[in-house]
């Protein structure tokens, strides 16, 4: 009988406790060290630091940890302004000053897209950046109510964890939206069974804040009640199906405005940018950068519901605007028509698949924005560089994705003009980017 020889499996790092000698960063201010001959990316490390940290990933390439204590400090490490920041999931970058995160995180997106297209030097623009504090006009509160000890944690995720950080305010949330932790402590265990009501969303419109709470079971109208007179400045709505919304009061139309008088009205569950400063800044730089005239027929991609559409439409002769969710494309041709906006043509179309033989799909644009998801515009940039529009800005929210679709419009023979930074996640490890693209 042959004796096959299996070499024994490596026994996982993952949940051990190790030393790490930090020498650089990421792009998303992750510290970088090495663990044997594997790369180890360092949450709440910093460059020049030696940390203790818990493995919580050990891949055949790479390990992830967390930092669990300093034992040598980086002169920009700093103890951080939220109470919370120990345990709370929401920002990632608290031991660290605004100025230093924006540097941080622009030097690690410069290295990871000259890495990917070969450019020697990027055409960094100032970036965009705004109040650090109360910016957030959108977000979701978590609750777990424990039965065994009747107690209603309100707040936050943990870092990699389930478990909700209880809080009493959010340093990063609009303040007329902080009311939400104290109404929801002061109501929510009152009810026969708390377990029912799995989380909360807040968001800010320009006329006042809304509240939509998601439960499981039915609420009385007694109940509701209780709610409302709790925060009668708030708009309360229900969610008791994903997407099906009831409201508690006289139905309103939800919106927010730009400096450019356009209004943008949007459903309950409708993607918005979290930073209404920042994203204003955006929109205006978009309009600089492409500097769309009345002979310029303009193409969109991932258009949403519109919030660079109709301010490039004010200017531009024309704007076809493209989006892949049709409730979405619906939600733009209504904000074409009440900004009175006749020039503006929205359709659906699956963007990453082949593009269908149409009337859009010629190349008849001279300029040419895109604003993509995470997973950026793989599929779609090919087939953009086939309409050879003149200009391309690209919008991105994920430096990684960008830096690949950056490589294809490099190599179609489209030359990077300008890049620029727009911190609309202060205090997080997210950077936005635009970029603008010529041929």
């Given at each position: ?11 996982s ?14 792009y ?92 020697s030097?990027?055409?960094w ?29 309100v ?25 939400i ?58 969610e ?5 919304f009831?409201?508690w ?33 955006m ?157």
């Open positions: 009988m042959v004796n096959i020889y299996k070499a024994k499996p490596k026994a790092l993952q949940g051990k406790v190790l030393p790490f000698t930090i020498t650089d960063h990421d998303e201010v992750h510290g970088i060290s090495q663990q044997g001959n594997k790369i180890a990316f360092i949450s709440a490390a910093l460059p020049g630091e030696e940390v203790q940290a818990r493995v919580s990933e050990d891949k055949a390439g790479f390990i992830k940890a967390s930092t669990v204590k300093v034992l040598s400090a980086s002169a920009l490490r700093i103890t951080p302004l939220c109470p919370y920041a120990a345990s709370c999931g929401g920002c990632q970058l608290q031991h660290i000053s605004p100025d230093n995160q924006r540097q941080l995180k622009q030097q690690g997106i410069d290295k990871l897209i000259r890495h990917q297209t070969g450019l030097a990027l055409p623009q100032p970036m965009l950046v705004a109040d650090d504090s109360g910016y957030r006009r959108r977000a979701r509160i978590g609750l777990w109510y424990d039965k065994k000890q009747r107690r209603l944690s707040g936050f995720r943990q870092q990699g964890d389930k478990q909700i950080t209880d809080v009493a305010s959010c340093m990063v949330l609009a303040a007329p939206l902080q009311p932790f104290t109404v929801l402590q002061q109501l929510v265990p009152t009810l026969a069974d708390p377990t029912i009501i799995t989380h909360a969303e807040v968001l800010l419109t320009d006329s006042q804040p809304v509240v939509i709470l998601r439960h499981t079971k039915a609420l009385t109208t007694e109940q509701r009640q209780r709610f409302i007179a709790a925060w009668p400045e708030a708009l309360w709505l229900g008791a199906h994903s997407g099906q009831d409201y009061q006289q139905p309103k139309a939800l919106s927010y405005g730009l400096k450019q008088g356009l209004q943008l009205e949007f459903a309950p569950d409708d993607f918005i940018q979290v930073n209404a400063a920042v994203n204003q800044l929109v205006d730089q978009a309009l600089h950068w492409l500097n769309p005239t009345p002979d310029d027929n303009v193409l969109e991609l991932y258009a949403g519901m519109g919030n660079f559409t109709l301010a490039l439409a004010q200017r531009a002769k024309s704007v076809q605007a493209l989006e892949g969710m049709a409730k979405m494309v619906q939600q733009l041709a209504t904000n074409a028509k009440v900004n009175g906006l006749s020039n503006v043509v929205a359709q659906q179309a699956d963007l990453h698949l082949a593009w269908p033989k149409a009337d859009w799909n010629r190349p008849r644009y001279s300029k040419a924005l895109l604003d993509p998801a995470r997973a950026g515009a793989v599929g779609a940039v090919e087939q953009l560089c086939r309409l050879k529009p003149a200009q391309i800005l690209y919008v991105s929210c994920n430096a990684a994705t960008f830096a690949r679709d950056a490589k294809v419009l490099l190599q179609q023979g489209y030359q990077l003009q300008k890049i620029g930074g727009a911190d609309m996640f202060s205090y997080t490890s997210h950077l936005e980017l635009m970029a603008l693209f010529s041929r």
